[in-house]
């Protein structure tokens, strides 16, 4: 069957690759027959015969060992090439894929972002990150190495999932640094801690402000934002930081709001606008009168949420008033109306993710009072995200604190063509 199939497909001038599934679970309870059939479709022609970790569950020294031994197998057919295949049951899809090129072969089968059914297939963007940057093998065109993320990212939009911060390589976390001695160190010696140049695969390396920062942290974000500060404001941001953090506050995820505090005591910095007082009312709207004291899910038939907020904008107080969809997005509603003429890149800006969490639970002491932290992500036009946070006793007032920040920042950065962040 096998060389039939071959025979006929090369008789129609195809490429043919036979994947050769349950490979090397077959290999290794009966050595002979899997030999003959890799032979087999090596004799009839084919040019590839892929070797299959169809239940991933092989280790990389194993794979190494077996494709080594097809390798010299099949040696009387130089012009037939080995593949890989592998799946990610054991966390060993990107390693027993190098295993395999270091035993011979030559192509490599794979997802992007590792994909797939179970645990998924081994990851192309790992894969490619380690044969060319670290083993210096081709893969690709060195000039299309520096997109390796934005595809990463692409393709998971595509898909519909999130990139994993901590993915390898294209990971937003995969060059961050929070530990003040580690940024003191990568601000003299970058790779001290990176171990390559994120930029060859399209990252960029990141200094994250956390509980664990020094003075440098804060210089060094200064300097990425091509913000100018000396050490007595590193060392007052940083102090703020830590008295926000043990108020609820988490920067380690929300640069944007790192930025605004750095930039907010800038020497020559003028705060676009000045919340001076804000208010929420968020009822039900009922047609009918309704028994309170019923198990009625809803005791009306619509929600309201109305806010009205008074700010200052170049030394004019005005007040403004909006209803929306949620409490905060009311407040964004009312924030917009009131700024969105002095600043119309805010119309590019959208509030893309809102995540909630209370840091402490309920109990009978402090009740209704546990503290509660909000993140905001914006995202404007051309795709570009930044992400605030605000903390407080109070969810309104701790959404309304990442909001502004996340304004401010995009009107900061951002024009009516985009925003650089």
Known sequence: MISDTVKYLKMQSKEVMVDAEHFFDGYLSNREYAMDCLKTAAKAGADVVVLCDTNGGTMPWIVEEVTREIHKALEPWPSVRIGIHTHNDTDMAVANSLAAVRGGATLVQGCMNGYGERTGNANLVSIIGNLQVKLKYRCIPSSTLSKLASVSSFVAEIAGQLQSPSQPFVGSNAFAHKGGIHVAAIRKMPESYNHMDPTLVGNKMLSVVSELSGR???????????????????????????????????????????????????????????????????SNRGTQAQDMNTDNEDYGNCQVNQAIVKVNVNGVDQITASEGIGPVDALSHALRNALEAHYPQLSQIELEDYKVRLLEPATARKGTLSTTRVTIEFTDSKGNKWTTVGAHSSIVEASFRALVDGLEFGIVNCSEEGCST
């Open 216 to 282: 440098g942290n804060i210089l060094d974000k200064a300097e990425r934002a091509g913000l100018t500060i000396d050490k007595n404001i590193a060392g007052n941001v940083l102090a703020r930081i830590k008295k926000m953090e043990l108020e609820g506050c988490a920067f380690e995820g929300a640069g944007a709001s790192v930025d605004m505090l750095i930039i907010r005591r800038g020497q020559h910095y003028k705060r676009p606008f000045q919340v001076l007082e804000f208010s929420v009312i968020s």
